[in-house]
């Protein structure tokens, strides 16, 4: 059965950081691409990041560029999402997914697999 578990968001100021992880199991996780989606109430899911199996692929929302950055560690099963320089507009359910297409992608569709979510909450 293939879980992926979010964990580490929160509560922080604006200007403040969080990293955010997805511990992955059931799957061999070295094959999938990952990406970090983000939902706010009200909103539809938005695709915040992506990273190929290798890790030398990686795409970004624009609205995140500069100020988050994806990484993984297939040794650990486990992604992860730095944010930095964190806005009020960044609030969400933030969730991880997993995809076995060719090519990062910022398409709901085309991931297989996805966490619960975890909320991550910007206070101004």
């Known amino acids: 059965q293939v879980q992926l578990v979010e964990s580490g968001g929160g509560l922080v100021q604006a200007g403040g950081s969080l990293r955010v992880s997805c511990a992955a199991s059931?799957?061999?996780?070295?094959?999938?691409?990952m990406g970090w989606f983000r939902q706010a109430p009200g909103k539809e899911r938005e695709f915040v990041a992506g990273?190929?199996?290798?890790?030398?692929?990686?795409s970004y929302a624009e609205s995140v560029k500069g100020r988050f950055t994806i990484s993984r560690d297939n040794a650990k099963r486990t992604v992860y999402l730095q944010m930095n320089n964190l806005k009020p507009e960044d609030t969400a359910v933030y969730y991880c997914?997993?995809?076995?297409?060719?090519?990062?992608?910022?398409?709901?569709?085309?991931?297989?697999?996805w966490g619960q979510g975890t909320q991550v909450t910007v206070s101004s």
């Open positions: 997914a997993a995809s076995t297409s060719v090519g990062v992608s910022s398409r709901t569709t085309l991931y297989d697999y």
């Open positions: 059931g799957l061999t996780f070295s094959r999938y691409i």
């Open positions: 990273i190929s199996w290798s890790g030398r692929s990686i």
